[in-house]
């Protein structure tokens, strides 16, 4: 349940670099956030009036706090766990559109001064944007929110310009959160020769093979991504990218709507890698391509497989799993 929460004046809430596993929303009182433009280095305050949400983003990004919290006068506030908060909002789809907004607005601000920064005189595509944020995380040492950012840029865009670039420092944050402390996540930047820079070796033949099919999903080609994702795994001279493309290839037939092929062949993928990193989202296309041809019982076993399987409850196959279920039970 959430909690309520009472702040005397001038009682800090949070600090910057806090771990953030409450979202919370101002009920009464005024609260200031304070954080560092990325730009000029100058403080910035934000007024968080009443009914408004605060510490979302790395609430659910599963970052540390970026600013301080701070009530201005004394404040009631009420605190969500992740969980709840996600469940408030699939309730509620105006709290939604108003976070959507919120964070539109927020990157669409930072787009701006990673710009000026840059020295560009146009803006940013979304993508480069989306990217050149990541970049800034990741060369001022925040490894937690450069990785967050990096992993979101490569969920949008798996082919864009920079998707090779984006693995590479994804890799670099995630050995520096590895090692930890101050000394090594300098070391991480390390000359040629460093453990980060031998990982980052151009991409092999069946490599470029498996991201120019990643393209061609994007560009909803689908034929011909099946095509090429089905050349790896006929091949099947690279282990990883087979069971990869495995995987996408049965994306493919349910995107084209090949909904029988899409169950008989995670039916096979799954026998063949029965721990395949892949496997939640196969059962989701199982269920979904039995939900398509109105199968709902079907459909619901394979959700509930889904939540019953260990991991984290909040991941986005649990959550589409949780959903679907819902709706079919109403």
């Known amino acids: 349940m959430p909690k309520p929460l009472q702040y005397r004046s001038g009682s ?40 408004e949400f605060f510490g979302v983003k790395s609430a659910l990004g599963r970052y540390p706090r970026e600013e301080n919290a701070v009530a201005l006068m004394d404040a009631s506030i009420m605190a969500f766990t992740v969980p709840e908060f996600e469940a408030l909002a699939m309730a509620n789809t105006r709290i939604v559109m108003k976070m959507l907004k919120v964070f539109s607005n927020q990157m669409r601000r930072i787009h701006h001064q990673v710009s000026n ?24 040492k925040r490894f937690a ?24 420092d994804l890799e670099v944050a995630e050995i ?13 930047f390390a000359a040629p020769g460093s453990a980060a820079s031998s990982s980052s070796e151009s991409l092999t033949d069946t490599a470029k093979l ?17 095509l090429g994702f089905k050349k790896i795994v006929d091949a099947n001279e690279d282990a990883e990218y087979s069971a990869k493309s495995s995987f996408e290839i049965g994306r493919c037939l349910f995107l084209l709507n090949k909904f029988e092929d899409c169950i008989k062949y995670y039916t096979m993928m799954i026998t063949r890698y029965p721990k395949h990193p892949d496997l939640g989202d196969a059962l989701f296309f199982m269920g979904q391509s039995y939900e398509k041809n109105n199968r709902k019982d079907q459909a619901a076993t394979f959700y509930k497989k889904i939540l019953s399987m260990p991991g984290d409850e909040d991941d986005g196959t649990h959550i589409k799993a949780r959903r679907a279920l819902k709706a079919l039970e109403e």
């Open 12 to 51: 800090l809430i949070y600090f910057q670099g806090d771990p953030a596993n409450q979202v919370f929303i101002l009920q009464k009182g005024q609260v200031n956030l304070v954080y560092q433009d990325i730009e000029t280095g100058q403080d910035v305050h934000d007024l968080v009036q009443p009914g």
């Open 117 to 140: 920064l840059m020295e560009k005189d146009e803006l940013l595509s979304p993508e480069a944007g989306l990217f050149n944020v990541g970049q800034y995380y990741l060369k001022n």
């Open 145 to 168: 929110q450069a990785k967050y950012v990096l992993s979101r840029y490569l969920t949008y865009y798996p082919s864009g310009r920079n998707a090779v670039q984006a693995a590479k």
């Open 176 to 188: 520096a959160i590895a090692r930890g402390g101050g000394g090594d996540k300098a070391s991480v």
């Open 210 to 226: 498996y991201y120019d099919a990643v393209s061609l999903i994007s560009q909803q080609k689908y034929q011909q991504a099946y």
